[in-house]
């Protein structure tokens, strides 16, 4: 008879080299493990607990729905909780008369919304129309659908033969311009990327234009110059070409406005939704599509050919409407803008350190970049993995940071993202810059 092989751990986790430390409770903005280590929670798990640990109302919302109704088939019926949300998430949206689909997360939204723009125009006798171009620094989820839509190279690089070959465009990035130029006199090169790609693959053949309206994790919150949205904006409505918003991070407060492009009244055809939908409670994602987008598929009485099992869950909806009660009771979204304004003062002080080459975001969405040689803007070495070591050490201080790689050139290029829940104090802000401080003063030692 075979023995079986011991297995260390039964849990297939993301990394089997790796010790996780497991978390037990979380109350506020503070998280606990199993020794009974408290840490702050500077990212909000991955952007998404934006009304903070232990909120009653939105379980008790849950445990009533789970009660009463758990699932719904979403191809033979409607449900209420869903109905309820898509009404209240629609009147949200930047544009008027939205309509909303709900999906069990962020990946899930982006392939829905791919599909959508697909079918849109396949039924509107515009077969060719099938591309989709994305940027280079993004990430818009971990299915196949979606990877092909994302720029950052490190999550692709395995997946290469199995990924859509959809062109990337520069990102807007002026921190290391790709164009070497410097704003305004680029003359926003990097928008005008979106049109020359446009004509190189051929108007009629590229279906949308993926961005996320501020780049979260995969570049450190890349802030764009304040007209390139409106530019973007103006090359997809001349060559018919969906432009579809990607807030599953920036959505629901996260930049101090509803929604990120709202900073640049900017209003997309679809925006895709996820993360602090539901403030983590249970697993929601969503996408909002404009009015002449669902008339289409109305008129022509088209079903979107597209189900997923998990699809207008009641529970994941109640939870989300508790979870936008507090939003708006508490003015979680005017917090973003106060609390991050004060954020990113405190966070200068963090400038003394020769490694910190830039800090930028907006709201409660903020990105730290380390360099080696300030003046030059030189990156580390990807193999020092600096943002790694730094997020270790914060970790042990009892600081949950966000670190990622890559933003300099695909596999160099060291940041820290921090997205704090949206019921953050100064307190907390002071508490959070104390610990980073310390946690730089400690990389410094170990570096130099
Ligand atoms: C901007 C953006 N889009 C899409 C996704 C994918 O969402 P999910 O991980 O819920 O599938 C993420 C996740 O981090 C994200 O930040």
Not at 19 to 34: M, T
Not at 225 to 250: G, K, M
Request: hydrophobic share 45%.
């Amino acid at each position: 008879m075979m023995m079986k092989q011991a297995n260390p751990s039964t849990l297939f986790t993301l990394d089997p080299s790796r010790n996780y430390p497991v978390l037990v409770r979380g109350k506020g903005v503070y998280l606990y493990d199993d020794q009974g280590k408290q840490y702050l929670d500077a990212a909000a798990g991955i952007g998404v607990v934006a009304a903070g640990y232990g909120r009653k109302k939105i379980v008790t919302a849950m445990a009533a729905q789970a009660l009463e109704l758990p699932y719904v088939a979403s191809n033979i019926f409607g449900n209420v909780p869903a109905t309820r949300l898509a009404k209240r998430i629609a009147r949200l949206m930047p544009f008027d008369n939205a309509s909303i689909h709900f999906t069990s997360g962020g990946s899930e939204a982006v392939e829905a919304a791919i599909k959508i723009c697909r079918q849109y125009f396949f039924d509107r006798d515009m077969p060719d129309k099938h591309i989709l171009i994305g940027r280079q620094t993004s990430y818009h989820g971990a299915t196949l659908g979606a990877l092909s839509a994302t720029g950052y190279a490190g999550r692709r690089k395995k997946f290469l033969p199995l990924l859509l070959d959809w062109p990337h465009i520069p990102p807007a990035y002026c921190y290391r311009c790709p164009f070497d130029d410097t704003y305004p006199g680029c003359d926003l090169a990097c928008a005008h990327a979106l049109e020359k790609t446009i004509l190189e693959v051929g108007a009629k053949k590229v279906m949308g234009f993926i961005a996320e309206p501020i780049v979260g994790a995969a570049g450190g919150a890349l802030v764009p110059p304040p007209d390139y949205w409106p530019v973007i904006r103006d090359i997809c409505n001349r060559h018919e070409v969906l432009l579809i918003a990607d807030e599953v991070l920036t959505g629901f407060g996260r930049t101090g406005k509803l929604f990120a492009l709202e900073h640049w009244n900017v209003a997309p055809d679809l925006v895709v939704m996820a993360k602090g939908i539901s403030s983590g409670y249970a697993p929601l994602g969503a996408i909002g599509v404009n009015r002449s987008i669902r008339t289409f598929f109305e008129s022509k009485q088209m079903p979107l050919d597209h189900i997923f099992t998990f699809a207008a869950n009641p529970v994941s909806t109640s939870a989300a409407s508790a979870a936008l009660d507090i939003l708006e009771e508490e003015s979680l979204v005017r917090n973003a803008a106060v609390i991050g304004e004060y954020m990113f003062q405190r966070l200068e002080t963090l400038k003394k350190y020769a490694m910190v080459g830039d800090i930028r975001g907006l709201g409660l969405l903020a990105g730290i970049e380390f360099v080696r040689d300030i003046s030059m803007r030189t990156p580390f070495p990807h193999q020092a993995g600096i943002s790694k070591l730094i997020a270790g050490i914060a970790l042990k201080k009892g600081l949950v940071t966000y670190p990622g790689t890559g933003v300099a050139d695909g596999t160099a290029g060291d940041i820290l993202s921090l997205f704090p829940p949206l019921t953050f104090t100064r307190d907390h802000v002071d508490e959070m810059v104390k610990k980073l401080d310390a946690t730089l003063d400690e990389v410094t030692g170990i570096i130099t």
